[in-house]
């Protein structure tokens, strides 16, 4: 896992393209993380890199900070900032029933969560556009420190 998370991050910083531009692609992937159409993620990068000629495989990147690991802290992040941002108090949450089964679950659920779609969809949606700018400033920042270590050396005697 560590050798193939090394040639990941390799393959990264060896992209051929300049360091705004594949800053830029590691921060829209950033953004595209925390969007709250869960699911699609992969597509939307993949559809904007395309569209925008950035960089596939730093899209892509960016999108990997949205993992089985990170998910659920990620929209309960979001969740949280959107019910703060737009007053909706946290407290129907502790009102779910974990314990039914088959259709009365999904009923119960689909109706305790109803108050927080909102707050998700805006709560994630700024949490994004905030990392995925601090992500695009952060990785541009040492790619054009690399590029000038790398020319330094090149034009020493």
Avoid: K
């Amino acid at each position: 896992m560590r050798a193939r998370l090394r040639r990941l991050i390799q393959a990264f910083l060896h992209l051929d393209d300049t360091p705004p531009r594949i800053a830029a692609a590691f921060g829209v992937g950033v953004y595209l993380a925390f969007h709250p159409l869960f699911g699609l993620h992969t597509l939307m990068a993949l559809g904007i890199a395309f569209a925008f000629r950035l960089s596939r495989a730093a899209v892509l990147v960016g999108i990997c900070v949205n993992n089985p690991w990170t998910i659920a802290p990620i929209y309960v992040a979001g969740t949280t900032l959107g019910c703060w941002i737009l007053g909706v108090p946290l407290d129907g949450l502790a009102d779910i029933e974990w314990d039914l089964d088959n259709l009365a679950f999904y009923h119960l659920l689909l109706v305790s969560l109803r108050p927080y779609i909102w707050p998700y969809v805006v709560g994630n949606t700024i949490l994004g556009i905030v990392c995925g700018s601090i992500a695009y400033v952060v990785v541009r920042w040492i790619l054009e420190r690399r590029a000038r270590r790398a020319a330094a050396l090149v034009l020493r005697p």
